[in-house]
Nanobody, 114 residues
């Protein structure tokens, strides 16, 4: 089993920044990829960014150039640095870890006011 705990969500003005953290615990040796997904009200959950255990990254077109995903293996934590935030970035952000199974965190709310 893998447990994920997200922190860092908040209310911020457009143009501002936030850093989300996803702390992993449990059987983390099996994890080969961690991603940040987001779900806005009335919309489907979508991938914002992901990073593999080898450090390869992928970003949604809507966040490229503004968001950066990174990992600190010593802390078993994956981060999402979000800059130049827009109101359309408002969503619940979920951490997802892929191993033998897929694991989800509880989500953290990000609200960007205009």
């Amino acid at each position: 089993q893998v447990q994920l705990v997200e922190t860092g969500g908040s209310l911020v003005q457009a143009g501002g920044y936030l850093r989300l953290s996803c702390a992993h615990s449990g059987s983390i040796f099996s994890i080969y990829s961690t991603g940040w997904y987001r779900q806005a009200p009335g919309k489907q959950r979508e991938l914002a960014a992901a990073i593999t255990s080898g450090g390869s990254t992928v970003y949604a077109d809507s966040v490229k150039g503004r968001f950066t995903i990174s990992r600190d293996n010593a802390k078993n934590t994956v981060y999402l640095q979000m800059n130049s935030l827009k109101p359309e970035d408002t969503a619940v952000y979920y951490c997802n870890a892929k191993g033998r199974l897929h694991y989800w965190g509880q989500g953290t709310q990000v609200t960007v006011s205009s």
